[in-house]
């Protein structure tokens, strides 16, 4: 059975996969590397134009690791979750130092910056051949459902038992394409409501088609408690429409972005009050507010109330603030700054 499966799969993959920028013919290590990283929590369609940018800014590790953190953040503007560019920046100072360059086993890649063992297995899978089962959430539900398992597919049973049917997959083949194909199949066809089973590869011998319960596997999994947080921003602006930003030097999220201050407030509280504390001077007209953005990251949920003010530009106080034009700043920043932008009335 498992022969016809994974003949199947890659006949699938062959014909439907998707065209992307890292898929290449002979695959570079880098660009599986990049890829994986940025892949990780954002959507193929946001990441492709970025990955693009990104390895014609940085085509190697050495190049990577040459460039100074605010560049590579920079660079990485508009993907969010800024923890895996400084982790990748790590990796390829690490890599950089390294005569053989990035290691091909799992065993050595989770020793890298930034590399668990999903990553490690995707590396070594795509790049460099290995069989080793790559289990992200897409090819995690595949699996749950053409073996129709209760099992949760994250346990230590769940895990191994899913990756016995991918290794069985791979015999014969070459590992990275069936691992490639299996999470194409999840993101395309096998999705989590309403999937397409008349044009799945494994419809003939699905355990949950069988059974009519597709949208049943896998059993849902516990989410982590979303944290609910209000903010107030004080966004300076001058008379050219420059605003004045601060580097983010503190705290577990949002680190070396530039952004508006910003400053948690509780419920009730008065933002404007809050925001006119922020800015290291005067001479500022009457504020004005906007209507509140909602800005996720991660668990957190967080409600920002801009508060916009007029100011002559002044001389910033410290490296640490800079005027910036809102559309094209120059330095790295999140999607939150253009939601404040838009959020504001002009003056």
Same mark, same amino acid.
């Given at each position: 059975?498992?022969?016809?499966?994974?003949?199947?799969?890659?006949?699938?993959?062959?014909?439907?996969?998707?065209?992307?920028?890292?898929?290449?013919?002979?695959?570079d290590p880098y660009h599986v590397l990049v890829s994986e990283f940025m892949l990780q929590q954002t959507q193929v369609d946001r990441v492709v134009p970025r990955f693009e940018s990104f390895v014609e800014r940085f085509p190697t590790f050495e190049s990577l690791a040459g460039a100074s953190e605010e560049e590579v953040l920079t660079e990485?503007?508009?993907?969010?979750?800024?923890?895996?560019?400084?982790?990748?920046?790590?990796?390829?100072?690490?890599?950089?130092?390294?005569p053989a360059g990035l290691p091909r086993r799992v065993g050595e890649l989770v020793k890298l910056p930034g590399i668990g063992p999903y990553t490690a297995a995707a590396v070594a899978s795509l790049a460099f051949g290995e069989a080793e089962p790559v289990l992200d959430g897409n090819v995690m539900r595949v699996g749950a459902r053409v073996l129709?398992?209760?099992?949760?597919?994250r346990s230590s049973e769940g895990r191994r038992l899913l990756e016995r049917w991918i290794l069985g997959?791979?015999?014969?083949?070459?590992?990275?394409?069936?691992?490639?194909a299996l999470m194409e199949l999840g993101a395309t066809v096998c999705t989590p409501a309403e999937p397409g089973c008349h044009l799945c590869p494994f419809v003939a011998e699905c355990g949950a088609k069988?059974?009519?319960?597709?949208?049943?596997?896998?059993?849902?999994?516990r989410r982590r408690a979303t944290e609910c947080l209000r903010w107030a921003a004080a966004c300076v602006v001058d008379d050219e429409g420059s605003w004045f930003v601060r580097r983010?030097?503190?705290?577990?999220?949002? &680190?070396?972005?530039?952004?508006? =201050?910003?400053?948690?407030? @509780?419920?009730?509280?008065? /933002?404007?009050?809050? *925001?006119? #504390?922020?800015?290291?001077?005067g001479t500022m007209s009457s504020p004005k507010l906007g209507d509140a953005v909602r800005h996720?990251?991660?668990? &957190?949920?967080?409600?920002?109330? =801009?508060?916009?003010?007029? @100011?002559?530009?002044?001389? /910033?106080?410290?490296? *640490?603030? #800079?005027?910036?034009?809102?559309?094209s700043p120059g330095v790295p920043t999140s999607s939150l700054l253009a939601k404040l932008v838009d959020a504001l009335p002009d003056f």
């Open positions: 059975m498992c022969g016809v499966s994974s003949q199947s799969l890659l006949e699938w993959y062959r014909t439907h996969a998707r065209i992307l920028p890292w898929r290449r013919a002979t695959r990485w503007s508009g993907l969010g979750y800024y923890r895996r560019a400084r982790m990748l920046h790590r990796l390829a100072q690490e890599v950089a130092k390294r129709a398992t209760e099992t949760a597919p997959l791979m015999k014969g083949e070459f590992p990275g394409e069936v691992n490639e069988e059974l009519g319960r597709q949208e049943d596997f896998p059993a849902p999994r983010v030097d503190e705290g577990p999220i949002l &680190r070396g972005l530039w952004l508006p =201050p910003l400053i948690e407030i @509780a419920e009730g509280a008065d /933002p404007v009050k809050a *925001a006119s #504390r922020l800015v290291p001077f996720n990251i991660t668990h &957190r949920r967080i409600d920002v109330i =801009p508060v916009r003010f007029q @100011a002559p530009r002044t001389e /910033p106080p410290s490296d *640490a603030w #800079r005027w910036v034009r809102p559309k």
